[in-house]
């Protein structure tokens, strides 16, 4: 079951987290840090896998050549550990986040606001596929859409 609160974790990851919402992350008295809810490092790279599995195959986000181009350049693989850490630092988790600014490493690839919808979409269904309850769901996509607007592209 942890597994299945680990797809939360996954949309933080794409679209970044926001790195200082590990204190968000973590809830006053006993109750556990998002990071320890989702399942911890096992739990976030299950759904990180199936959520990145999901981009690279999606037809919309290709369309975009800056994406595809992109995603060339930095192969899934390489992704996945990066979203990974991402979203564990981001929960509350003990992972540190060594990659770049979501700022810097998205402003080349022309993210419309179309395609943030289908990237949130995605990051959807592997989060459903793997039952992460509503709450979790919740606060990850909270976390993620702080990262938007260092994203998208205003037009």
Request: contains cysteine; aromatic residues 6%.
């Amino acid at each position: 079951m942890k597994i299945l609160k680990i797809a939360v974790v996954s949309m933080a990851l794409v679209l970044g987290a926001s790195i200082g919402s590990a204190a968000m992350a973590q809830q006053a008295g006993d109750q556990k840090s998002l990071y320890e809810r989702v399942g911890g490092l096992n739990g976030i790279t299950v759904v990180v896998d199936d959520f990145i599995n999901r981009l690279v195959v999606n037809k919309t986000l290709n369309k975009n050549p800056a994406i595809d181009a992109g995603r060339k350049r930095s192969p899934a693989p390489y992704l996945k550990f990066q979203v990974s850490q991402l979203v564990c630092e981001a929960t509350g988790g003990p992972c540190k986040y060594t990659g770049k600014a979501m700022k810097d490493s998205h402003a080349h690839l022309n993210i419309s606001e179309k395609e943030w919808g289908v990237m949130a979409g995605e990051f959807k269904k592997s989060l459903d596929k793997f039952k992460v309850p509503a709450a979790e769901q919740k606060e990850l996509f909270d976390i993620v859409g702080k990262t938007k607007a260092d994203i998208v592209v205003r037009k």
